[in-house]
């Protein structure tokens, strides 16, 4: 398993500024947008969700990236720096960790519904980065 990481660029520039395609197509099919501001030094998720595929875009700051599966306990941790306007997809049965190296934020598009019932029942705790 490898880690993809996606830099997206503008695909168009002129004086007012940039347009970059962030998503494109319907590779899967998206519930919920999130914001997350997250604080240097914070660490996010240590989780992984059952169903729920998403996609994690850092719109400003750095951050480190980290990934196994989460049906391989002995497995290796994977971790990538993510900069601005990098994109990484989160499988299911994934687990995924998040330390920012810098004050972030990260949009998160999920293929999961966002209620905090069905989130709960679709998300199982798991520390693979402290």
């Known amino acids: 398993m490898k880690i993809k990481v996606t830099h997206?660029?503008?695909?168009?520039?002129?004086?007012r500024g940039g347009i970059a395609?962030?998503?494109d197509?319907?590779?899967h099919r998206i519930q919920t947008i999130l914001r997350i501001t997250s604080k240097a030094g914070s660490?996010?998720?240590?989780?992984y969700h059952i169903k729920d595929y998403h996609f994690m875009y850092l719109e400003s700051g750095m951050c480190e990236y980290s990934e196994?599966?989460?049906n391989k306990p002995k497995s290796k941790i994977?971790?990538?720096k993510?900069?601005?306007?990098?994109?990484v997809l989160t499988n299911p049965m994934v687990i995924h960790a998040v330390k920012f190296l810098q004050d972030s934020v990260l949009y998160a598009f999920t293929t999961e519904k966002r209620d905090q019932d069905k989130y709960e029942k679709d998300?199982?705790?798991?520390t693979i980065i402290e």
């Open 68 to 70: 196994k599966p989460a």
């Open 25 to 27: 197509q319907n590779v």
């Open 21 to 23: 395609r962030v998503l």
């Open 123 to 126: 998300t199982i705790k798991v």
């Open 78 to 80: 994977e971790n990538v």
């Open 8 to 15: 997206i660029d503008p695909e168009f520039v002129d004086q």
């Open 82 to 87: 993510m900069v601005a306007g990098d994109l």
């Open 43 to 47: 660490i996010r998720s240590n989780h």
